[in-house]
């Protein structure tokens, strides 16, 4: 019996990570050359200019002999496609990544923002966490398919794409509507996830499978207008800052998914003693009420994955101090679940604020689709729960994102999309994150993300012989 299962494990095919090894360590200097190489080209949206970082990819590709198509609605914002064929035996995997990144205040930063200043074991630059590592590690991935003449089940696809941030008309949009074969696959891998360090190892490797949807709107409030030094009661701007005190503190519904169940679950299973019990007991119905009251105090990430979220963040009134203006404005960012019917939602707003001279305006923004999670009984997420395992030691955790990435329009047509990232501190702190001043990731983190998502790709789309 013995010899029999022996020779058994010597027939199995070799796992692909072993038939297609990579130097990881000979690979790094290439890896931060690209990835320096992106930061400090200006890709500030607005205006985007996406075109310069696509034409900087489509060189480092086509060098190397893998076709490369610049797809654009607005000549200076294209979308680069690219792809690595396969045997069309399974269906592709899509890896994403967007090129353009928030603005900037310079005086605000340190180092130049578009300098990719390495220091500390840090690479600073707009766009290193958000989200030209992901771009970076879509190109090597394709690069290293490439020159190891990977043999492949399926076709492996890299979009880098524009607009991601508020411009999605020239980017996800524009390829879904017009471009859909050019990236249509069964999975995709882009940004929206984390590896959380607590201490020297990582605790956890989060992946997002779902997230809330931007519904934002705006309050408007009306009234006569007149001499500051004569009150009346139908001041606008009394209304509009009573209405905006009304929806700040409106705690909305708490309710659970099948993802933010999952995800609770998991969590209680590694976590320290006190905070297990936690979030086991936002799981039942007789505790889930004092513990909802405690996220919004202590844990604001978890608190806003239990419902749909109401923030205040703009307010417009008045043009002189001593005149009553007759119309006052505030935009509230609302964060729906993907399942909510905002129809309903806005009709109890209204009851909330309940003052017959505020209007509720839907803003016009990039809209993003409602859409089911990706699931996770796929091969995609197994082979993600297995290199998680291999590279950091560390159990996986599907997620709820609280903001919002093109995934969700490739959700919407059926896409499994799953949300990487890099490894870091845990915590909600800004220092270093995305849209922050410095924003910088870690050398490490960036060279364990490419080696992360190689490990899935390879698992997946490798052919076994």
Same mark, same amino acid.
């Given at each position: 019996?013995?010899?029999?299962?022996?020779?058994?494990?010597?027939?199995?095919?070799?796992?692909?990570?072993?038939? *297609?090894?990579?130097?990881?360590?000979?690979?790094?200097?290439?890896?931060?050359?690209?990835? &320096?190489?992106?930061?400090?080209?200006?890709?500030?949206?607005? @205006?985007?200019?996406? $075109?310069?970082?696509?034409?900087?990819?489509?060189?480092?590709?086509?060098?190397?002999?893998?076709? #490369?198509? =610049?797809?654009?609605?607005?000549?200076?914002?294209?979308?680069?496609?690219?792809?690595?064929?396969?045997? /069309? &035996?399974?269906?592709?995997?899509?890896?994403? /990544?967007?090129?353009?990144?928030?603005?900037?205040?310079?005086?605000?930063?340190?180092?130049?923002? +578009?300098?990719?200043?390495?220091?500390?074991?840090?690479?600073? /630059?707009?766009?290193?966490?958000?989200?030209?590592?992901?771009?970076?590690?879509?190109?090597?991935?394709?690069?290293?398919?490439?020159?190891?003449?990977? %043999?492949?089940?399926?076709?492996?696809?890299?979009?880098?794409?524009?607009?991601?941030?508020?411009?999605?008309?020239?980017?996800?949009?524009?390829?879904? %509507?017009?471009?859909?074969?050019?990236?249509?696959?069964? *999975?995709?891998?882009?940004?929206?996830?984390?590896?959380?360090?607590?201490?020297?190892?990582?605790?956890?490797?989060?992946?997002?499978?779902?997230?809330?949807?931007?519904?934002?709107?705006?309050?408007?409030?009306?009234?006569?207008?007149?001499?500051?030094?004569?009150?009346? $009661?139908?001041?606008?701007?009394?209304?509009?800052?009573?209405?905006?005190?009304?929806?700040?503190?409106?705690?909305?519904?708490?309710?659970?998914?099948?993802?933010?169940?999952?995800?609770?679950?998991?969590?209680?299973?590694?976590?320290?003693?006190?905070?297990?019990?936690? *979030?086991?007991?936002?799981?039942?119905?007789?505790?889930?009420?004092?513990?909802?009251?405690?996220?919004?105090?202590?844990?604001?990430?978890?608190?806003?994955?239990?419902? $749909?979220?109401?923030?205040?963040?703009?307010?417009?009134?008045?043009?002189?101090?001593?005149?009553?203006?007759?119309?006052?404005?505030?935009? =509230?960012?609302?964060?729906?679940?993907?399942?909510?019917?905002?129809?309903?939602? =806005?009709?109890?707003?209204?009851? #909330?604020?309940?003052?017959?001279?505020?209007?509720?305006?839907?803003?016009?923004?990039?809209?993003?689709?409602?859409?089911?999670?990706?699931?996770?009984? $796929?091969?995609? +997420?197994?082979?993600?729960?297995?290199?998680?395992?291999?590279?950091?030691?560390?159990?996986?955790? @599907? &997620?709820?994102?609280?903001?919002?990435?093109?995934?969700?329009?490739?959700?919407? %047509?059926?896409?499994?999309?799953?949300?990487?990232?890099?490894?870091?501190?845990?915590?909600?702190?800004? =220092?270093?994150?995305?849209?922050?001043?410095?924003?910088?990731?870690?050398?490490?983190?960036?060279?364990?993300?490419?080696?992360?998502?190689?490990?899935?790709?390879?698992?997946?789309?490798?052919?076994?012989?």
């Amino acid at each position: 019996m013995r010899r029999w299962i022996a020779f058994t494990l010597l027939c199995l095919p070799a796992a692909a990570q072993q038939r *297609y090894p990579v130097d990881w360590a000979k690979l790094e200097p290439e890896i931060l050359t690209h990835f &320096s190489s992106l930061l400090k080209i200006d890709t500030s949206n607005p @205006p985007g200019n996406e $075109t310069r970082a696509a034409e900087a990819i489509q060189k480092v590709l086509e060098a190397e002999g893998i076709p #490369v198509k =610049l797809l654009s609605l607005d000549p200076s914002r294209a979308n680069l496609v690219a792809r690595i064929k396969g045997n /069309g &035996s399974k269906r592709p995997i899509l890896l994403m /990544g967007h090129t353009d990144v928030v603005g900037v205040q310079r005086e605000r930063w340190s180092v130049d923002p +578009f300098g990719a200043v390495r220091k500390n074991a840090l690479i600073y /630059g707009r766009g290193a966490n958000d989200d030209k590592s992901h771009v970076v590690a879509g190109m090597m991935i394709l690069l290293l398919l490439n020159r190891m003449h990977v %043999k492949l089940d399926r076709d492996v696809i890299f979009l880098a794409e524009a607009g991601e941030e508020g411009t999605t008309s020239v980017g996800i949009d524009y390829m879904v %509507k017009q471009h859909w074969p050019e990236i249509d696959a069964e *999975y995709a891998l882009a940004e929206g996830g984390s590896v959380v360090e607590g201490g020297a190892k990582a605790r956890d490797v989060l992946i997002s499978v779902t997230e809330k949807v931007p519904r934002g709107v705006r309050l408007v409030a009306r009234g006569p207008s007149g001499h500051a030094s004569r009150p009346i $009661t139908q001041n606008a701007v009394t209304h509009l800052a009573a209405a905006v005190a009304k929806a700040g503190a409106w705690q909305t519904p708490m309710r659970l998914s099948p993802a933010t169940r999952t995800y609770f679950e998991r969590l209680a299973g590694i976590s320290p003693p006190a905070e297990a019990v936690r *979030y086991r007991a936002i799981l039942r119905p007789a505790r889930a009420a004092a513990i909802d009251r405690y996220f919004r105090d202590h844990e604001p990430g978890h608190y806003s994955i239990l419902r $749909t979220s109401v923030v205040p963040t703009i307010l417009k009134a008045g043009f002189r101090n001593n005149v009553i203006p007759s119309e006052g404005e505030a935009y =509230l960012d609302i964060r729906a679940l993907p399942d909510e019917d905002m129809t309903q939602f =806005l009709d109890e707003l209204r009851r #909330v604020i309940d003052d017959p001279t505020i209007d509720i305006v839907p803003a016009q923004s990039s809209e993003r689709p409602a859409a089911p999670p990706s699931r996770l009984d $796929t091969e995609m +997420f197994r082979a993600l729960e297995k290199a998680g395992r291999r590279l950091y030691d560390a159990p996986t955790i @599907p &997620s709820m994102l609280t903001g919002a990435t093109d995934g969700a329009q490739l959700r919407a %047509k059926g896409v499994q999309a799953y949300g990487t990232g890099p490894i870091g501190p845990a915590g909600d702190g800004p =220092l270093g994150g995305a849209h922050a001043d410095d924003e910088s990731i870690s050398v490490r983190g960036l060279d364990k993300l490419v080696e992360y998502l190689w490990d899935a790709v390879i698992e997946v789309a490798a052919a076994e012989r």
